[in-house]
């Protein structure tokens, strides 16, 4: 375990791996099959050794955060209502975020304080395509520009006001855009998981409200990669969906299902080249240093250090 002077602790993964022991793994193996993303491998072991601890970390901080709301009832002298403790998930494209949102959600679930946990991706506050091709911005979605931001942090506002009911829109992916009057309904959770590319970033300097999205998390976590890494893994998973998602009649990227090794390889080098690489270093890649935990992946999906922000 290493300091300096950093505004981090580090922990090796073994180091890590040594506080499993504070808490119960409820989970199986068909759990994880289940729970995992295609391209993002994860083994009982690996969740044993990482997100065990890490949840049990999770539930510390949670539980605090009760009391603190009771220990402010009090001095108030009035009741003040607790709200959904909300964690915010970053990181690249094909870095593993809805596997690690999930699998939190699975072991955060089973703690007898908090039954109750949802998860939002954010690709539900993208843009419809049609709008994205009117702004002429189709070709950057996934940038901060392609998110209704202010829908979004209205989204976040009501939760955290403690509203019995608030909606989400709902996106395909087979289709590439969001699904017309459907909704996910998010009622008072324990626990609202939020996961997506850009849900660390500041606010824009000629941002009217300087309000983020970040400035309603009690707990964020960033999962890091070297960008060789993820550029593998992304190619793997593009060239893996073309006999899954792409095959689908009704897929946006149906034009790809039946290209040769080589082609998908090129493309999704092309694709990963235009549009992900640089948006994760203009914008994903500089707000790591926001967040409370940060998971740094090896070239196997394994977690190989972790760094949690000094209180």
């Given at each position: ?234 190619v793997s998973r593009f ?33 990963w080249s235009s549009i ?36």
């Open positions: 375990m290493a300091d300096g002077s950093s505004a981090f602790v580090t922990f090796s993964h073994d180091e890590w791996a040594e506080l499993a022991q504070n808490a119960p793994l409820p989970l199986t193996q068909a759990d994880l099959d289940r729970l995992s993303s295609l391209g993002d491998p994860i083994d009982l072991q690996e969740a044993d050794a990482v997100y065990r601890p890490l949840s049990a970390l999770m539930q510390t901080y949670a539980k605090h955060t009760s009391g603190l709301y009771r220990e402010t009832s009090a001095f108030f002298r009035r009741d003040v209502e607790r709200t959904p403790w909300i964690v915010g998930i970053a990181g690249s494209v094909a870095v593993g975020k809805s596997t690690a949102a999930r699998l939190l959600r699975q072991l955060l679930s089973r703690w007898p304080h908090t039954p109750n946990v949802d998860l939002v991706p954010t690709d539900g506050f993208l843009y419809p395509n049609a709008v994205l091709h009117e702004r002429g911005i189709m070709g950057r979605k996934g940038f901060p520009e392609s998110y209704d931001r202010r829908a979004l942090i209205d989204f976040l506002h009501r939760v955290k006001s403690g509203e019995e009911e608030v909606t989400v829109p709902v996106y395909d992916h087979v289709s590439y855009d969001i699904v017309p009057g459907e909704k996910i309904v998010i009622r008072k959770p324990d626990i609202l998981i939020v996961e997506g590319l850009n849900v660390l970033q500041p606010a824009h300097p000629k941002s009217r409200s300087q309000l983020t999205v970040s400035d309603y998390f009690d707990f964020s976590i960033y999962l890091d990669a070297a960008e060789s890494h993820l550029v593998d893994w992304y060239r893996s969906l073309r006999s899954t998602a792409f095959s689908d009649e009704r897929s946006y990227f149906r034009s790809y299902a039946n290209l040769s090794d080589e082609e998908a390889t090129a493309t999704a080098r092309q694709i992900n690489l640089p948006n994760l270093r203009e914008n994903i890649a500089p707000t790591r240093s926001r967040a409370k935990v940060i998971l740094t992946k090896g070239a196997d999906h394994l977690i190989e250090r972790i760094q949690l922000r000094k209180i």
